[in-house]
């Protein structure tokens, strides 16, 4: 079974085409912004590619709605487009790119996967904010998380490499990239994660502050006479890195922090303060740590990073050999699955390639009866 794989982001489109063995027949990102989609970039895709036989979907959010992958009718768009106040920044595009790609393809079926799908099996004592029932029961307020597919194929294919039951694993996934974000799973389910309503909570990220004091937020807007949506602006936009270094871009924050720039050396350390914090956090959420794995932008061409997080991790077993961290084959072709664990460690250090478009295509094909 052929799947076409649509997963929509904040500035691109990224198709991609898989055959039967999950190799990747073709590829290609186009322009998607304000403005819409590069509808003209579709269709010449659509037009010069082999027909799939269904089209799996990313979406940010599922709401309470939808804990799994769903076939998607005017039925379930409706009920997408109802999640919009959840998530203003993400809903449209990922509609937007349902209804182009239909539009191309209107009697292939759609199969919409979410982000937020995965964290579905938190427990309550995870998941609930402690605010008053009627704001919890009137705006089904509660810690979804996000980046569930990134999440969920890491830590299966972290089971793969280590030939063992994904069910009898305890491993914390780690999402860095311009967003970031942590998963505790346990037995392949999500137990615990750091975003949480929005994807404004937990580390610092590239233009995102990450976790803030709410009464910050509170002091912000009553002194420097700020709107809600000028505070959230520049909660999301221009904090994290950007805010501490100038920069998002890790690269860059790490080689001028090597220069001795004073910020960038602070950015780095704020950064790995909070993400070996919310690691030692989500080790506590799953008992016990069997593997730790890296996957994203940054986790996986960081190699500062992951040897600064197994120094501070050690107390959990964690140990990371240089040479193999320093020499990761394929990495800056995306195809980065390295084993970077030291000799004699208790605990598993990997390096994972992020690939949302192989969980859409197997939830895809799940949902269409060929797993």
Not at 13 to 33: F, I, M, P, V, W
Not at 163 to 189: K, M, N, Y
Not at 238 to 266: K, N, P, Q
């Amino acid at each position: 079974m052929r799947v076409l794989t649509v997963n929509a982001g904040s500035s691109s489109l990224k198709l991609r085409l898989l055959g039967s063995q999950d190799e990747t027949l073709h590829s290609r990102d186009l322009a998607a912004d304000t403005a819409g989609i590069d509808v003209r970039g579709l269709a010449d895709a659509m037009a010069a590619w082999e027909r799939p036989d269904v089209v799996g979907h990313r979406v940010v959010h599922g709401g309470t709605r939808f804990s799994g992958p769903v076939r998607v009718d005017q039925g379930v768009r409706q009920q997408l487009y109802d999640l919009t106040d959840l998530a203003p920044l993400h809903q449209p595009k990922s509609l937007a790119a349902l209804d182009a790609v239909t539009a191309q393809l209107p009697d292939v079926p759609a199969v919409a996967s979410f982000d937020t799908a995965f964290h579905a099996t938190l427990p309550a004592a995870a998941s609930t904010y402690a605010v008053p029932r009627e704001w919890r029961e009137r705006y089904a307020i509660r810690r979804y998380g996000f980046h569930g597919l990134s999440h969920a194929y890491c830590a299966r294919r972290v089971a793969a490499m280590m030939e063992r039951p994904i069910e009898e694993l305890r491993i914390v996934t780690c999402h860095l990239g311009a967003g970031a974000s942590l998963a505790a799973v346990v037995g392949g389910r999500s137990v615990d994660t750091t975003m949480g309503f929005t994807p404004l909570e937990g580390l610092v990220m590239a233009t995102r502050s990450g976790t803030v004091d709410p009464g910050l937020v509170l002091w912000l807007e009553e002194h420097e006479h700020l709107s809600p949506h000028e505070v959230a602006t520049v909660l999301e936009e221009r904090s994290g890195l950007t805010g501490l270094a100038g920069t998002g871009d890790m690269v860059a924050v790490e080689h001028a922090a090597a220069c001795g720039d004073a910020d960038a050396r602070l950015a780095l350390d704020v950064y790995l303060h909070r993400l070996v914090a919310g690691i030692g956090a989500m080790a506590a959420a799953t008992g016990g740590l069997d593997a730790l794995a890296f996957t994203g932008g940054v986790g996986e061409h960081s190699t500062v990073l992951r040897r600064r997080v197994g120094q501070r991790l050690a107390f959990l077993g964690v140990a990371v050999d240089d040479q193999r961290n320093g020499d990761i084959p394929g990495a800056a072709d995306g195809e980065a699955d390295t084993d970077i664990t030291a000799s004699g460690s208790p605990t598993r250090t990997f390096v994972v390639a992020a690939r949302e478009d192989l969980q859409l295509a197997a939830e895809a094909r799940r949902v269409m009866g060929q797993a």
